[in-house]
């Protein structure tokens, strides 16, 4: 899909009213993230990586979204509590280790090698299995393929992407605005320094944009 806004970039907001310090802080934190060790073994990690590939693919020409560093980190945490899950899906770095374990298994069921070296309709393919509950390995027994998919897969997978600044400025959200705020709320307005979008690789026509930053 086309980026609608190719020339907007959500950082250079960093040192504008629109971010104040602790703002700055917990973004730099977030760029320069690593991989947490120690919570998934290496194979683990490999799979890990190619869903990530799959369901949340990289912002074209953009810098790279770590997206399994900050899944890993909101998984660093063991004694955090999740709210309420249901019966049955285990807490969230067991069900995050199971499940990659589970999806290996599958991929070497059904295709004879890992996940990370299907092709990506085969992928995919695996991944549908998985949302509707239709996997075969065995490893499924300790965990509800569909559950997983829809409380831990999905959700933890974009929730970890759209935290990244790259991902805002792919879909034009203009991130953090402390001290700032947001003025212009109604539906179709923007914000004078919020991102101006283009419409089919052209942008806008000046009084469109006019009209809807009023």
């Known amino acids: 899909m086309a980026d609608r806004f190719p020339d907007y970039d959500v950082l250079t907001k960093r040192d504008t009213p629109s971010w104040n310090a602790a703002t700055r802080e917990a973004i730099d934190a977030r760029l320069r993230l ?12 490999a799979t890990l990586r190619a869903l990530a590939e799959r369901i949340v693919p990289q912002p074209e020409h953009r810098a790279p979204v770590n997206t399994v560093a900050l899944l890993l980190e909101s998984l660093t945490d063991a004694t955090a509590g999740e709210g309420y899950r249901p019966a049955g899906l285990p807490p969230a770095r067991e069900a995050w280790a ?39 390995a065995c490893e499924w027994q300790q965990l509800p393929p569909r559950l997983f998919w829809s409380w831990r897969l999905l959700p933890d997978l974009i929730a970890a992407y759209y935290a990244h600044p790259s991902a805002w400025s792919a879909m034009g959200f203009g991130g953090p605005a402390s001290p700032r705020g947001y003025v212009r709320l109604a539906a179709d307005r923007r914000d004078p320094w919020e991102a101006a ?8 026509p000046a009084a469109f944009r006019n009209r809807h930053a009023r």
């Open 34 to 45: 690593g991989e947490a060790t120690g919570l998934l073994t290496a194979a683990q990690i």
């Open 98 to 136: 199971r499940g990659l374990d589970a999806i290996e298994a599958e991929a070497r069921l059904v295709h004879g090698r890992g996940f990370a070296a299907l092709d990506p309709e085969a992928a995919d393919a695996l991944l549908a299995a998985i949302e509707h509950g239709t996997v075969r």
């Open 197 to 204: 979008e283009r419409d089919d690789g052209r942008l806008l």
